[in-house]
């Protein structure tokens, strides 16, 4: 089955359902974004004999192009709702008011980038529903395209990056099975775990 999958060359509809799974999630969490790179990675390694350990040179192609997919689908999905958060007006502000995680959250950002740095930006990225709760009070808060960008194209190219690597490798020691990609997507939920439990360490007392 995985090799049927294996080339991402003779099935571009996957760098599509990639990039829409992984910019809508930031609206819906629900989506399972990261095992879909994870599985796309898989069959990418099914297909080009990564799994028995030969990895040659047209399959470079494929996982770079699948990693550049993932994280410029993260960038623009982040943007978009930034934008969209940042035109929320007053009704935006209230429902943010209403929510302690939310409040919380966009004063611990303003603080981060007002300092010049954005860690937490990245950390969020791993984080169940972080990427929503950042990008959109980042946006409700008007911080600046500039102060948020960078960060957040850091953010994503690094999910992308630790996201493909997972199902490239995990099919490189397990082979490309399901049990592999099961493996992978479980470290993938261990680090989003880990950088849930970073964020709540990081609120103020």
């Known amino acids: 089955m995985w090799e049927s999958m294996g080339s991402l ?12 799974s992984v910019l809508l999630d930031v609206f819906l969490p629900v989506l ?7 599985t796309a990675a898989t069959a990418a390694a099914a297909g080009t004999g990564a799994s028995a350990g030969q990895v040659p040179p ?3 192609p494929d996982i770079l192009a699948l990693t550049l997919c993932a994280a410029t689908a993260s960038v623009l999905g982040d943007l978009f709702a930034f934008r969209l958060a940042r035109r929320g007006g007053a009704r935006l502000d209230r429902a943010i008011a209403r ?3 939310l409040s919380s959250a966009q004063e611990r950002l303003g603080e981060a980038l007002s300092r010049g740095g954005g860690a937490l930006v990245v950390l969020a990225r791993f984080a169940p529903a972080g990427r ?14 500039r ?3 960078p960060w957040s194209a850091l953010a994503g190219l690094t999910w992308a990056v630790y996201s493909v690597a997972l199902g490239w490798l995990g099919a490189q020691w397990l082979g490309a099975t399901w049990m592999a990609t099961a493996v992978s997507v479980a470290a993938l ?3 989003g775990a880990g950088a849930g439990y970073l964020m709540r360490r990081r609120r103020p007392a």
């Open 147 to 149: 102060d948020f960008l």
């Open 58 to 60: 047209h399959a470079l």
């Open 32 to 38: 399972p974004s990261g095992v879909l790179v994870i």
């Open 99 to 101: 929510s302690r995680r």
């Open 9 to 20: 060359e003779a099935g571009p509809w996957i760098y599509a359902m990639v990039a829409l």
């Open 132 to 145: 929503s709760i950042v990008s959109l009070g980042a946006g409700a808060t008007h911080r600046s395209v």
């Open 189 to 191: 939920f261990g680090a």
